[in-house]
C-alpha cells in the first residue's frame, strides 16, 4: 500500500508546500488538491510542476476532484472540458486517477433508478474522455444527506453497471460512517475495482451534524476505522491511502506539524493490517 498525504488537509498550504511536507513527513505520495494545482500553473509552467514533484520523490496519486458530475443540464459541457484538462495534467506528471464527486440530489420527487441512469451515462462518457489518457476515474460517495450517491452499495452499484476498466471507487472512511454504510456493504465489493482509500475519523456527533470540518486524526473519533482496513485488506484492496481532513483547525496548524501527526496517527492502524514499516522521520 502506498501512503499518501491529501492536500486538503492543508487547504491554507499550496502545492509547493504541500510537496514538500508530504517528502519530510515521511509520505511517499501525495493525492493533490486540483485547485492549487491551477493556482500554481497560473506562474509555473506543466514542466515545473512535473520537476516539483520528481525533485521531492513524491508521487502524485490521484488529482482531487472532478466535482458535481451529474445532473448538470447544459452545463455538463463545462465538465467534459474540465475532465480533459484534468487528464492532461494527470498524464504530463504520471497521476493515474481522478476523484469523481456526484452531485447533489436535485429534487425530493427523483428515483433511485433515474440517479443510477444518470450517473452510469456521465460516468461512461467521461470513461470515453479518459480512457485515452489512460486515467482512471475513481467515483466518490457523500455521506452528506444532500449527496445523491451516499453508501458503497449505491455508488458500487453504479460502477457494475458502468462496466468500464478504468471506472471504480473511492472508500472514504468519514463518509461511509456519515452515510451510515453497512460493512456487508463494503465485503460485497471488489477489491480491484477500489482506486482510492481515504483514512479519516470524526467527532461524536449525529450524523446529521457531520460536515467536511468535524473529520479528525484516526483514532481521535468513532468511525470505525479499523474494521473498514480490515475487510478493506481481505477483499483484496492494496492501491494508495491518503489522509483527507478538511478541519479548519488543522488548516492554521503549522503543516509540517499536521502531516506528521497525520502519518503517525495513519500508520497505527494502517502498518499491523497492510504491513506498512514504520519508518522514523
Request: hydrophobic residues 40%; proline residues 5%; charged residues 25%.
Amino acid at each position: 500500500m502506498i501512503l499518501s498525504f491529501h492536500g486538503a488537509t492543508t487547504m491554507s498550504s499550496n502545492l509547493e508546500t504541500d510537496v514538500t511536507i508530504s517528502r519530510q513527513a515521511g509520505f511517499d505520495a501525495l493525492e493533490v488538491w486540483y485547485p492549487k494545482v491551477e493556482k500554481y500553473l497560473e506562474n509555473h509552467s506543466v514542466e515545473d510542476l512535473k520537476a516539483l514533484f520528481s525533485e521531492n520523490k513524491i508521487k502524485p496519486v490521484a488529482l482531487d476532484a472532478l466535482e458535481f458530475v451529474g445532473f448538470r443540464g447544459e452545463d455538463y459541457v463545462s465538465i467534459q472540458k474540465r475532465c480533459r484538462e484534468m487528464c492532461e495534467i494527470a498524464v504530463a506528471i504520471n497521476c493515474p486517477t481522478i476523484a469523481v464527486v456526484p452531485s447533489p440530489t436535485p429534487n425530493m420527487q427523483i428515483t433511485w433508478p433515474e440517479i443510477v441512469k444518470e450517473y452510469v451515462s456521465v460516468l461512461c462518457d467521461l470513461s470515453d474522455i479518459s480512457a485515452p489518457y489512460g486515467i482512471k476515474l475513481a467515483f466518490e460517495f457523500l455521506g452528506f444527506g444532500w449527496c445523491s450517491v451516499r453508501t458503497p452499495r449505491a455508488a458500487w452499484e453504479i460502477v457494475q453497471k458502468v462496466g468500464r476498466e478504468n471506472v471504480g471507487m473511492v472508500i472514504d472512511t468519514a463518509h461511509f460512517y456519515a452515510g451510515g454504510g453497512l460493512i456487508r456493504e463494503l465485503e460485497a465489493l471488489d477489491g480491484s475495482k477500489i482506486f482510492a482509500l481515504h483514512l479519516d475519523d470524526c467527532d461524536d456527533t449525529p450524523k446529521e451534524a457531520i460536515t467536511d470540518g468535524t473529520r479528525l486524526f484516526r483514532g481521535k473519533g468513532v468511525v470505525p476505522v479499523v474494521e473498514i482496513c480490515k475487510i478493506l485488506k481481505t477483499i483484496g484492496y492494496d492501491g494508495h491511502c491518503s489522509i483527507e481532513l478538511f478541519r479548519p483547525e488543522y488548516w492554521e496548524q503549522d503543516p509540517l506539524l499536521v502531516a506528521q501527526q497525520a502519518r503517525i496517527a495513519a500508520l497505527e492502524v494502517l502498518s499491523p493490517i497492510f504491513n506498512i514499516a514504520q519508518t522514523t522521520y
